[in-house]
């Protein structure tokens, strides 16, 4: 748990150093997803906005399909 706790924190210092570096550059672009409950909330801005935003979808979808299959296998342990 520690070691992802880690890696989670390396990764947002890392993100937020690489759009300051875009910043800088002069051309950002954003995109994300942000989930409240089962809705779907998806923002994007500049040039490739809409292209990160469904990237953004997609990595989403895709960690609540992990989300939901590990759920899922933790309650079938706990039958057996």
């Known amino acids: 748990m520690q070691k992802l706790l880690g890696l989670g924190l390396v990764l947002v210092v890392v993100g937020l150093f690489l759009v300051a570096i875009?910043?800088?550059?002069?051309?950002?672009?954003?995109?994300g997803v942000v989930f409240i409950?089962?809705?779907?909330i998806v923002f994007g801005s500049g040039p490739?906005?809409?292209?990160?935003?469904?990237?953004?979808?997609?990595?989403?979808?895709?960690?609540m399909?992990?989300?939901?299959?590990?759920?899922?296998?933790?309650?079938?342990?706990?039958?057996?």
């Open 22 to 31: 875009g910043y800088a550059s002069g051309t950002v672009s954003v995109g």
């Open 37 to 40: 409950g089962p809705v779907p």
């Open 48 to 63: 490739a906005g809409d292209q990160l935003a469904l990237i953004s979808v997609v990595i989403g979808a895709a960690m």
């Open 65 to 80: 399909v992990v989300l939901l299959t590990w759920v899922w296998r933790l309650a079938c342990q706990r039958r057996a």
